[in-house]
């Protein structure tokens, strides 16, 4: 955590200094507003980044011989074959041609979304993991 505020501290010099060339050699107070505003954003990003660093173990990106996967972790479970996405794609695609087509393509849609969102969240709670 201690590259990432020392990045976002070297960013907000970086984002002051654009800001100073800027407004003076554009004259407009809009832009030269939004930069300034950016770097007080930016500046305390950094110095929470920094802040917390010191309170938090060393992380792999803090060590230069550290590799990717070092800090890499589980990234979650995912159904290895299921048909509810694709009932959700299509539902999906035809909610956005009823924008284009008519409101009454909403009705067919609908089910579709509903049928695809509903089996994709209860899809694990079918057969042996269903609770009585």
């Known amino acids: 955590m201690k590259i990432q505020g020392w990045l976002f501290i070297w960013l907000s010099v970086f ?3 654009m800001a100073g060339v800027y407004g003076v050699w554009s004259k407009e107070p809009a832009g030269t507003t939004a930069l300034v505003l950016a770097f007080g954003l930016s500046l305390m990003i950094g110095f929470y980044l920094a802040f917390t660093a010191k309170r938090v173990d060393a992380m792999a990106q803090d060590n ?3 590799d990717v996967a070092d800090e890499a972790g ?3 479970f ?3 074959h299921s048909w509810q996405p694709l009932s959700l794609a299509i539902g999906g695609a035809f909610a956005f041609l009823a924008v284009a087509m008519g409101w009454w393509l909403l009705f067919f849609s609908l089910p579709l979304i509903l049928v695809g969102l509903f089996g994709w969240v209860f899809e ?3 057969g042996e993991n269903r609770t009585q």
């Open 74 to 76: 589980e990234l979650g």
């Open 124 to 126: 694990f709670y079918r």
């Open 78 to 80: 995912f159904a290895p």
């Open 64 to 66: 230069k011989q550290a």
């Open 15 to 17: 984002i002051l200094i």
